[in-house]
């Protein structure tokens, strides 16, 4: 059971070039997210969907795009890539609990280094 | 706006100490809070509480959730240093179906 994956592990890209991170996961949750982990900054949510297109903005939403056309995939696309992008990449994903309470589970991340 | 403050922001105890962790917040809708553990690579999770007064424990962990003064505390007893680690909270609520971190404790526990 792989849970959930993300690729690739390491990118450096340069300025102005678009750059897409995967991530994959297996046991059907329905929610996922992307948060960027910066130091002084912590965890921020960039862009989190309830389901299959239904995407939603969070934090830090500039300069990304997603999309989430089957339920375990959802890549985040950085358009044209900028230095301040660079940053750790989480994905995560939860099921719906009662309540509106959710445990989100964390792949291993993205180390983006933009030259 | 949402917010959550944890302290300290780092910690340096010894090997067999207890230490508490803190965290405040402030968020609309407030649904949870969770706290995960992390250690240079992605955060895993600890606990997640709902109600108030009820204390989750996990072997030398536990947790307890104040939803009154918007508060909650992390137990760490008999340390080890394999519990050297950033502790992040994060309560869930406010308009967006995401976390907010709080910037995390910053924990090192010297044998």
């Known amino acids: 059971d792989a849970g959930i994956t993300q690729s690739p592990r390491y990118k450096i890209t340069e300025t102005g070039r678009q750059v897409t991170l995967m991530c994959h996961q297996t046991?059907?949750?329905?929610?996922m997210f992307w948060y960027r982990q910066d130091l002084g900054h912590g965890l921020r949510l960039i862009y989190y969907s309830a389901a299959a297109d239904i995407t939603d903005k969070g934090e830090v939403p500039d300069g990304y795009v997603v999309s989430r056309s089957k339920t375990e995939n959802f890549p985040l696309t950085l358009e044209s890539a900028t230095r301040s992008q660079t940053s750790v990449y989480f994905c995560?994903?939860?099921?719906?609990?009662?309540?509106?309470?959710?445990?989100?589970?964390f792949g291993p991340g993205t180390r983006l280094t933009v030259t | 706006e949402d917010k959550v403050v944890q302290s300290p922001l780092s910690l340096v105890v010894h090997e067999g100490d207890t230490v508490t962790l803190n965290c405040s917040y402030e968020v609309t809708n407030f649904r949870s809070l969770l706290w995960y553990k992390q250690e240079k690579k992605a955060p895993t999770f600890l606990f997640m509480l709902?109600?108030?007064?009820i204390e989750k424990k996990s072997g030398r962990l536990s947790s307890i959730l104040d939803k009154k003064e918007l508060f909650s505390i992390l137990n760490i007893t008999a340390t080890q240093t394999g519990d050297s680690a950033v502790y992040l909270c994060a309560p869930s609520g406010g308009g967006a179906d995401g976390l907010t971190f709080g910037k995390g404790t910053h924990l090192i526990i010297q044998p």
């Open positions: 995560a994903s939860s099921e719906a609990l009662a309540g509106g309470a959710r445990k989100q589970y």
């Open positions: 046991w059907s949750h329905s929610y």
């Open positions: 709902t109600s108030s007064g």
